[in-house]
């Protein structure tokens, strides 16, 4: 079973995502949170798996909840909840520690597979809304020096994980495309991101992106 906690302001749309999640046997919503504060109580009283997380709150926001959520003894995986109008708050959670990122009318079954995704250990990687956050959020050209660095110490086998990951291939679909197995997959990601110095796959992620080494989508 896969524990989640919804957290938006917007007790419809809560609503909405318990009805949708709840529909499959292998989820269920153990709490709700109409802002950021109540997000951190109900995420450590609870411990879930999986947090949905809307940006855009009153009080405290998404950001400085998930910031909050990652300090604990057994962060959960929080996807990001939003929508084309991306701003530097979905970028900096990302940074903070969120897995990936949804838009608000993503379509159920979609949904459903986001979150057992990240559930499973992986990312949920939209390349072309991680395009749009790149193009608008640019690291300075220094950072990105010591960017192309960092990426150009990995070895060979590790870049093609890295490429794959950004990609928003899952472990099994790195597997497959490198013909080797799931648990060496997994050991070239844990290598990558102490290399990388990065918290989590999205964050390897945008740094492929912001060195080039995947091929922006449209």
Known sequence: MIDVLLVDD??????????ILESDSRLRVVAEAKDGAQAV????AHMPDVVLMDIRMPGM???????????????P????????DLDQYVYDALRAGA???????????????????VADGNAILSPAVTSRLITRFAEPERDLSRQRRLVEG?????RDVLRLLAEGRSNAEIAARLFMSEGTVKVHVSHLLAKLAVGNRV???ILAHQVGLVADAS
């Open 10 to 19: 917007e007790e419809l749309l809560r609503y909405g995502l318990k009805t």
């Open 41 to 44: 109580e109900l995420g450590r």
């Open 61 to 75: 926001d998404g950001l400085s909840a998930t910031r909050s959520l990652m300090e604990g003894t057994r962060p």
């Open 77 to 84: 995986k929080v996807i990001v909840l939003t929508t084309f």
């Open 99 to 117: 897995v990936g990122f949804l838009l608000k009318d993503t379509p159920p079954p979609e949904l459903i597979q986001a979150v057992r995704t």
């Open 154 to 158: 990995l070895t060979g086998r590790e």
């Open 203 to 205: 964050q390897a992620a």
